[in-house]
């Protein structure tokens, strides 16, 4: 009974975390600061041109919900270091706000920039195509993605490759690993 008793604790705890993400994104009251927030605050005072400070700034605040100072420091961001890793992690920071149109803008960037040589390029554009609805792009950098990394093939793999991204991330990967397994994948 001692062993059960904490593992039902534990549980029910991460059971309880994507209520506490889904509450802190959309909340109508934004999360005023965070410890990492207050880092990267340190960050960007100390260095104003530090783009990877705004993009990680960005990304944080798009978590808590606070949207316009999120998109503020994206734009910062890319203006500062036009570079395919930047507008990646716009990407990924639009995306968590539920601009997805913007995260396909930045993620289709992004690829341009690199060429496709980005190991994030393909389930990048997996999330953007997601979160537009385009299934059909969706699925076909879905399967690049696999070829890249062969992780994203098995359900097991992928739950471990993706075990600390956030609750939407990891909506929008495994939907479409489902899709992907049942419609698309080559048995």
């Given at each position: 009974?001692?062993?059960?008793?904490?593992?039902?604790?534990?549980?029910?705890?991460?059971?309880?975390?994507?209520?506490?993400?889904?509450?802190?994104?959309?909340?109508?009251?934004?999360?005023?600061?965070?410890?990492?927030?207050?880092?990267?605050?340190?960050?960007?005072?100390?260095?104003?041109?530090?783009?990877?400070?705004?993009?990680?700034?960005?990304y944080t605040l798009a978590l808590l919900g606070r949207k316009?100072?999120?998109?503020?420091?994206?734009?910062?961001?890319?203006?500062?270091?036009?570079?395919?890793?930047?507008?990646?992690?716009?990407?990924?920071?639009?995306?968590?706000?539920?601009?997805?149109?913007?995260?396909?803008?930045?993620?289709?960037?992004?690829?341009?920039?690199?060429?496709?040589?980005?190991?994030?390029?393909?389930?990048?554009?997996?999330?953007?195509?997601?979160?537009?609805?385009?299934?059909?792009?969706?699925?076909?950098?879905?399967?690049?993605?696999?070829?890249?990394?062969?992780?994203?093939?098995?359900?097991?793999?992928?739950?471990?490759?993706?075990?600390?991204?956030?609750?939407?991330?990891?909506?929008?990967?495994?939907?479409?690993?489902?899709?992907?397994?049942?419609?698309?994948?080559?048995q």
């Amino acid at each position: 009974m001692t062993t059960t008793l904490p593992r039902q604790l534990l549980h029910s705890t991460l059971a309880l975390l994507p209520l506490l993400f889904t509450t802190l994104a959309g909340s109508a009251e934004p999360v005023d600061t965070t410890p990492k927030l207050e880092v990267l605050n340190g960050q960007i005072k100390a260095n104003a041109e530090d783009a990877q400070a705004y993009a990680n700034r960005g990304y944080t605040l798009a978590l808590l919900g606070r949207k316009d100072e999120a998109r503020a420091d994206l734009k910062k961001s890319v203006a500062l270091k036009d570079n395919a890793p930047m507008h990646n992690r716009a990407g990924w920071a639009y995306f968590n706000l539920g601009d997805y149109v913007d995260a396909v803008r930045e993620f289709e960037t992004s690829v341009k920039m690199s060429n496709f040589r980005g190991h994030y390029d393909y389930y990048s554009l997996v999330l953007g195509y997601w979160g537009t609805g385009e299934t059909k792009k969706a699925l076909e950098n879905y399967q690049l993605a696999v070829e890249r990394d062969p992780r994203f093939g098995e359900y097991k793999t992928l739950a471990e490759r993706t075990a600390e991204w956030t609750p939407l991330e990891r909506r929008a990967i495994h939907e479409t690993y489902v899709l992907w397994s049942k419609a698309w994948k080559a048995q």
